[in-house]
């Protein structure tokens, strides 16, 4: 059965350095999409970044990059230059089979909980 | 939030009642789903709809129904509440990625 590890139940970094979130995913199928999202104080759900399976390259979409390691089915959020606004939990997950699986269904992990530093 | 809207955001119900849980999307997406989210456990799927027309349970389906009523609303029904249904509900849209609307916090008492 697919599942989604978040290791890390809090973190601390200061403002302006980078930080890793770590994630780990187990999945018995080739095709699959991993996610992260952004959850402020405020309650909403953010869209971060994706990943696919097959992606050769890793995902980044501004100060947002994702290290993704297939062989240690690992896929890390990485933060640089960390904002007093990041602060917020972080969820990843997953999605079995390919971009136009009908289901979609998103497996997620416990999440991480991020505090920037001034 | 972008395209998906949830009512209502509040709600505190008695063990017993039962209350539906509207979710609306401005999208034209074919997918819908259903997730509660309880404290240190992340978000769990309750039902999904791939497209208009059905739905299928995910992860936690009891003690809840559903309806996909056209391809913008998708509702969530809890016919008989009870406490350990106390969360926060999110629905979403689309799945590449989901977007979420805001949240239902829901209360049993």
């Known amino acids: 059965a697919q599942k989604i590890t978040q290791t890390q139940p809090g973190m601390f970094v200061q403002e302006k350095e980078a930080v890793t979130l770590d994630c780990t995913y187990d999945?018995?199928?080739?095709?699959?999409?991993l996610f992260w999202y952004k959850q402020p104080s405020s309650g909403e759900m953010i869209f971060l970044i994706y990943?696919?399976?097959?992606?050769?390259q890793n995902a980044t979409e501004g100060r947002y990059s994702l290290n993704f390691q297939k062989a240690r089915k690992s896929a890390n959020l990485v933060i640089s230059a960390s904002q007093l606004g990041d602060s917020a939990m972080y969820f990843c997950?997953?999605?079995?089979?390919?971009?136009?699986?009908?289901?979609?269904?998103?497996?997620f992990g416990q999440g991480t909980e991020l505090s920037v530093k001034p | 939030n972008a395209g998906v809207t949830q009512t209502p955001k509040f709600q505190v119900l008695k063990t017993g009642q039962s209350m539906t849980l509207q979710c609306a999307q401005d999208m034209n997406h074919n997918s819908m789903y259903w997730y509660r989210q309880d404290p240190g456990m992340g978000l769990r799927l309750i039902y999904y709809s791939a497209s208009e027309g059905t739905t299928d349970k995910g992860e936690v389906p009891n003690g809840y129904n559903v309806s996909r009523l056209n391809k913008r609303e998708f509702s969530l029904r809890l016919e008989s509440a009870a406490p350990s249904q106390t969360s926060v509900y999110f629905c979403a849209a689309s799945y590449q990625p989901q977007h979420f609307g805001d949240g239902t916090r829901l209360s049993i008492l």
């Open positions: 999945t018995s199928d080739q095709s699959y999409g």
């Open positions: 997950a997953m999605r079995e089979g390919g971009p136009y699986n009908q289901g979609g269904k998103l497996i």
């Open positions: 990943q696919g399976s097959y992606d050769e």
